[in-house]
């Protein structure tokens, strides 16, 4: 079957953007189809939210495969010793399970976050009005280059550079706001369904989760964010203080669960697998939660983002376990236009966003959690 290749993109004029500060984004400005680029939108500047792209699982082989005999010969495949310096992380950091962190240490992680949110902006990231900011004003400005356009003009770089923004995260946390613990990940799959009773969407942490209210999403006026205004979003928007808002789809969520994994799994090769995360479990969690979580480019705003993206890198590096030969080598595109090949040398960009921590670095220094740039691990 041929592969749709729209982007649930919504345009709306700036004109249309509801008072934000007292009400949610209606639903309609999520999920209209338009066929435009990321490029084409965000040279327009009433652009104001862009979904994820979802494939059902079923659709999924289908369009992969279709994809990847038509770009076959584009893709190269780079293999290297692993030059990092071996040894270097013996003691490597544990991320726990949400589940499986105690509740001091789920405490400090939302306090830690909510510091981030207290604190001014480095002014790196114009016009981001706080330190957390920061962090979402660097996604949404690099969201061209990190998100493939469709399920036919993809770049394989989204899975690394999200592994280094979440590990980014977990530095200002520690050097700016004290955090001195390793970050939980989320089993996401265990809510499928049902996120809406997940242990992170409660009053003593992320907040609820609610459905949508008069078909808009609401804003979340519990937990440690209650009532959190954003500045960035949605889209490419900026200056549009609104509030932190979500709403739940369950019929979307559960589409998270093991089917999705099992599928995404069982892929053998990098960039196999790297689309079928990308367009099932990590777009539907995304969608699912709704409201800022749904817009592909200032997603960040809701700290839960972090959460989502923790499972994500969780499921890379698992798939990775797998088979030595994952950590060593690459292949796919290296950007969503021309598919420029993915090597082991590909730049990642990272905007300095955690000091002299966060350099730009290649390919090679972030495939493994346990070498070269990163130390960490996770626990089961
Ligand atoms: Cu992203």
Not at 57 to 70: N, P
Not at 80 to 87: E, P
Not at 166 to 187: H, K, N, S, Y
Not at 192 to 198: D, E, L, N, S, T
Request: hydrophobic letters at 35%.
């Amino acid at each position: 079957m041929k592969a749709s290749v729209a982007l649930f993109v919504s345009a709306v004029s700036a004109a249309s953007i509801p008072n934000l500060h007292t009400e949610g984004l209606p639903l309609s400005t999520f999920g209209q189809v338009h066929h435009i680029s990321i490029e084409d939108a965000i040279a327009k500047l009433d652009l104001s939210g862009t979904n994820f792209t979802i494939l059902p699982i079923s659709e999924v082989k289908a369009v992969l495969d279709d994809f990847f005999s038509l770009s076959e010969g584009k893709m190269s495949t780079a293999s290297v010793s692993n030059t990092a310096a071996d040894g270097n992380c013996a003691n490597p950091d544990i991320r726990f399970e949400w589940d499986n962190y105690s509740t001091s240490d789920k405490k400090a992680f939302v306090n830690a976050i909510q510091c981030l949110i207290n604190k001014p902006p480095s002014g790196k990231f114009a016009p981001a009005k706080n330190r957390y900011e920061d962090l979402v004003r660097l996604h949404q400005s690099y969201s061209p280059n990190i998100h493939s356009k469709s399920t036919t003009q993809q770049t394989h770089k989204f899975l690394l550079w999200h592994r280094y923004y979440v590990w980014a995260f977990e530095q200002i946390l520690r050097d700016e706001c004290g955090f001195d613990r390793a970050m939980p990940w989320w089993d996401e799959k265990k809510w499928a369904g049902k996120f809406a009773q997940a242990t992170i969407f409660t009053p003593e942490y992320f907040g609820s989760l609610p459905g949508p209210k008069n078909n808009a999403a609401v804003c979340v006026n519990d937990g440690t964010f209650a009532g959190l205004q954003l500045s960035l979003g949605p889209g490419m928007s900026t200056n549009n203080p609104h509030c932190l808002q979500r709403a739940v789809n369950e019929q979307t969520t559960v589409q998270t669960g093991q089917n999705a994994w099992n599928t995404c799994m069982s892929r053998t090769s990098y960039p196999d697998f790297h689309s079928c995360v990308e367009f099932t479990f990590h777009a539907q969690g995304h969608n699912g939660v709704g409201g800022v979580m749904a817009d592909a480019i200032a997603s960040p705003g809701d700290p839960s983002f972090f959460m989502h993206h923790l499972f994500v890198d969780y499921a890379f590096r698992k798939w990775q376990l797998d088979d030595p030969k994952r950590t060593t080598t690459i292949s796919g595109c290296a950007d969503n236009q021309n598919c420029a090949p993915l090597t082991m040398d590909t730049m990642v960009y990272i905007g300095n966003i955690c000091g002299e921590k966060c350099p730009d670095l290649k390919v090679r220094d972030l495939l493994n959690t346990q070498s070269g740039h990163f130390c960490y691990r996770y626990n089961y």
